[in-house]
């Protein structure tokens, strides 16, 4: 399982007593992390190298207060190598051409190193470039850390030489096992009823290192009678979501709103709607992608859909937060429970794949306007039939290129709206083929 303790010093070992509570607990073998056992258990990738005594490079990802920074020490340890940390958020190229150095001189006299990268996607992409030839050597075997999805921070060059470890967020079951250290610890129980304390471990959202800190605050205070749910939140106040605009969260959890709303879900829609605009995304991000919901996965099986959303758009621009996201909400659960159809989008793609292979061809002459009296002569507009002076308004003249064949690229589906639209090209269809027979 997960340690989740990692200090600001990735390079410091262990804490002494008196220290934060987090780093009195930080644990000493791998076998005490908590909620990791996929990855140090005997079975799992970290535990069969430790087994065999030898390292591959790699890199940990994972939330942050999983382990990280305490497993990449405990490795270290665990094969007898020298340890050396660095964080990328303070780290430059001379700095990292000192640990090189160091790390050299080290494996003159057979010291490999481990060399520890915190936030290792924040170097750029030269930078990461620059780890390549000391872990082709040997020099250090590198174990990198991030928060970030490696797919998109890292160098595949990088990537090609370190075996990608994923961290999971601590369940309640780790985080309950963390809190019952701090007690032993502190020899003492917390000062929560059984709800409160049910709460407390909700509210770390997966991340032991805020645990133990919030614990470590209720051991802080003087508390007559042990808290509820309502004295806890009073309390320590309310943890803020953790959510990047402009990182792999963000994009997990729009993908996550568009395909509950695709799915006609609309509880876990507004969910994801809420954990979005509760963490800080700007709202009309948000409604954009609604807006395009509508048309791609609602289309003409609900036109209204596309109207709810505009409409959302323009009660959130008048009202503006927080009262103006209740409109948003209505265009979210609209949307949810409209009948659904991409119809219009794979005509949309059909279409253009379409045009982009006969863009040069000339429509029907018949259907060309003729403002000249040399373009009558040739023929523009001649036989044209005006399909209001036809019987139900419909001529069934054919309006593609004479070259082509006519094609199919909306095909409406059999639910909402659509059912009807497709009575109506059934009812176009049926008199087109009667006038091609006369």
Known sequence: ????????????????????????????????VVGQRHLTGPEGAIGRMVAAGKLSSMILW???????????????????????????VFSGVADLKKVFAEAKEHARTGKRTLLFVDEIHRFNRAQQDGFLPYVE????????????????????????????????RLDAEALGELLARAEAEEERP?????AARAALIASAD??????????????????????????????????????????????NLISALHKSLRGSDPQAALYYLARMLTAGEEPLYVLRRIVRFASEDIGLADPQALVQCLAA????????????????????????TAPKSNAAYQAQKAAWRSAKETGSLMPPQNILNAPTKLMKEIGYGKGYRYDHDSA???????????????????????????????????????????????
Request: glycine share 8%; with cysteine; aromatic share 8%.
């Open 1 to 32: 399982m997960a340690d989740l303790f990692a200090t600001e010093d990735p390079a410091a070992s262990a804490s002494p007593s008196g220290g934060p509570l987090a780093d009195r607990l930080r644990p000493q073998r791998l076998e005490e």
């Open 62 to 88: 994972g939330p942050p207060g999983t382990g990280k920074t305490t497993i990449a020490r405990l490795l270290a340890d665990a094969v007898g190598l020298r340890f050396a940390a660095i964080s990328a």
């Open 137 to 168: 050597d040997g020099t250090v075997t590198l174990v990198g850390a991030t928060t970030e999805n490696p797919s998109f921070e890292l160098n595949a060059a990088l990537l090609s030489r370190a075996q990608v470890l994923i961290l999971h």
């Open 190 to 194: 917390l000062p929560l009823d059984g």
């Open 206 to 251: 997966g991340d032991g290192r805020f645990l133990l800190n919030q614990a470590e605050t209720l051991y802080s205070v003087n508390l007559d009678s042990p808290l509820d749910p309502a004295g806890l939140s009073a309390l320590l106040q309310r943890r803020v979501a953790v959510y990047d605009k402009d990182r792999e969260r963000h994009y």
């Open 313 to 336: 758009k323009d009660a959130y621009d008048f009202l503006g937060s927080p009262e103006g996201e209740l409109a948003i909400v209505q265009a979210c659960l609209y949307c949810a």
């Open 392 to 438: 139900g308004g419909f001529s069934g003249d054919d309006y593609w290129p004479a070259e082509m064949t006519p094609q199919t690229f909306y095909t409406p589906v059999d639910r909402g709206f659509e059912k009807r639209v497709a009575e109506r090209m059934a009812w176009w269809d049926e008199r087109r083929r009667s006038r091609a027979e006369d």
